[in-house]
């Protein structure tokens, strides 16, 4: 009997969570620090992400891969080359990518989370992040369901020549829990949170 040995498994790699929209509840959320200059300045730790895991995901459409128990992670930039998310008072385009990236999906996974926020008309959204950060590494959010959609980017390094997919979540929904159905919320349908 033949037996084969798919590529990205004989490599040690998974395949990136599918694309699409899931609902999931937030199982986990870690702080990793790192350094950007990793070749010269290992030691100097000036980047800082949330690592947020979503566990019991599942389609939120149709059209969505089922994933069984597989677990979804995103990483949230919220220290970059030193500058902090929180330390932003007006957003330019001086503001760095990643903060700019960080910024939005924090908003939107605050509002998902149902935390105490003001949704605007302009679809701002003003909460206090020093609370809602402190809150996600305390667990006050663990388990609570949290929309978010998954897109795939290409990617390969100019240092090394590896390439490969990664899956990130473009985006935080909000969704509403009922008896035996759970359904998604769009960002400007969200009630003004106090």
């Not at 702080?31 to 950007?36: A, D, E, F, I, L």
């Amino acid at each position: 009997m033949s037996f084969k040995v798919p590529g990205n498994v004989v490599e040690g790699k998974g395949t990136p969570f599918p694309q699409g929209s899931y609902v999931g509840k937030l199982s986990k959320v870690e702080s990793v620090w790192s350094s950007s200059d990793r070749e010269n300045a290992p030691d100097q730790k000036d980047n800082m992400d949330f690592v947020l895991t979503f566990g019991e995901n599942a389609p939120a459409d149709s059209e969505t891969a089922q994933v069984g128990a597989r677990p979804f992670t995103q990483r949230v930039a919220i220290i970059n080359r030193g500058n902090s998310m929180v330390d932003i008072t007006e957003f330019n385009d001086d503001t760095s990518y990643p903060l700019r990236l960080a910024a939005g999906l924090i908003a939107q996974l605050a509002v998902a989370l149902d935390a105490p926020c003001t949704v605007s008309a302009d679809k701002s959204v003003e909460f206090d992040v020093n609370a809602f950060l402190e809150g996600l590494q305390a667990g006050l959010y663990q388990n609570k369901p949290c929309g978010f959609t998954v897109t795939h980017r290409a990617w390969k390094s100019k240092k090394t020549g590896n390439s490969g997919v990664s899956a990130d979540t473009s985006r935080f929904f909000a969704v509403e829990e009922s008896e035996n159905v759970t359904a998604p919320l769009a960002l400007a349908d969200a009630r003004t949170r106090n």
